[in-house]
């Protein structure tokens, strides 16, 4: 049997640590790190509550996707229903069936775990979970009520053929967009999406 390949927790002693900026969301963290060798050295890093994503889709194989201006990159990105856990003590999942109904108005009757990620390990402490949800049918009510960014925030289904078409030519380039849609294949090629993780399995890097 072949070597078992797996993250493992680490943790380096902080000899100083200070938070030259806190914004309303994430913020600025600076750690003076000891390293191995007895060496001192200075990591500047975002501080981030961590996010959840849903990949839902349909029985005609198609994803719920959203489009939005993203500031930071210049670019309207079509992506999948998201958002920050930045509810004290809510579970990630909840988290993600409140951004399925206000960002897609849509439920879902079956939840899996996709993925886990931490998007850019090497200038942010941010996770994100991405689940599946299947069984999906409207929300009931109206509209969640919008605003700022996500005001004019499209809607659409799009078929996952096409999804990954986008991906892989450079098209899609939204992280939970593409991580969601490639673990998603990946995980029917293999053992089936009813093997993926239940919706609440444990999440080291983000524990509630």
């Keep these: 049997m072949g070597e078992r390949f797996q993250d493992t927790y680490d943790e380096w002693p902080v ?15 600076t750690d003076e790190v000891r390293m191995p060798d007895g060496g001192v050295m200075r990591r500047d890093y975002q501080v981030h ?13 198609r994803v719920a996707v959203i489009r939005q201006y993203r500031h930071p990159v210049r670019r309207r990105l079509w ?11 809510e579970d990630p ?20 775990v996709l993925t886990d ?3 850019t390990p090497g200038g942010s402490d941010e996770a994100i979970r991405i689940y599946l ?13 919008v605003s700022e960014e996500e005001a004019d925030m499209e809607h659409a289904w799009a078929p996952l053929h096409e999804l990954l078409r986008g991906i892989l030519a450079g098209e899609l380039q939204n992280n939970c ?11 029917r090629a293999g053992d089936g999406l009813d093997a993926l993780r239940p919706a609440g399995s444990p999440w080291p890097a983000r524990p509630f």
Aim: proline share 5%; aromatic share 6%.
């Design 49 to 61: 509550p961590g996010s959840v994503a849903v990949v839902a889709l349909d029985e005609l194989d």
């Design 177 to 187: 967009l593409v991580t969601g849609v490639l673990a998603l294949l990946a995980a």
């Design 79 to 89: 992506e999948i229903p998201a958002g920050l856990l930045d509810v004290p003590g």
């Design 15 to 29: 000899v100083s640590t200070a938070t030259p900026y806190m914004g309303a969301r994430t913020g600025v963290r």
């Design 93 to 112: 999942l909840e988290a993600a069936r409140r951004e399925l109904y206000e960002e897609a108005h849509i439920k879902a009757g079956d939840w899996r």
């Design 117 to 119: 990620v931490f998007t």
């Design 133 to 145: 949800a299947r069984q999906l049918s409207a929300a009931e009510g109206e509209r969640f009520e």
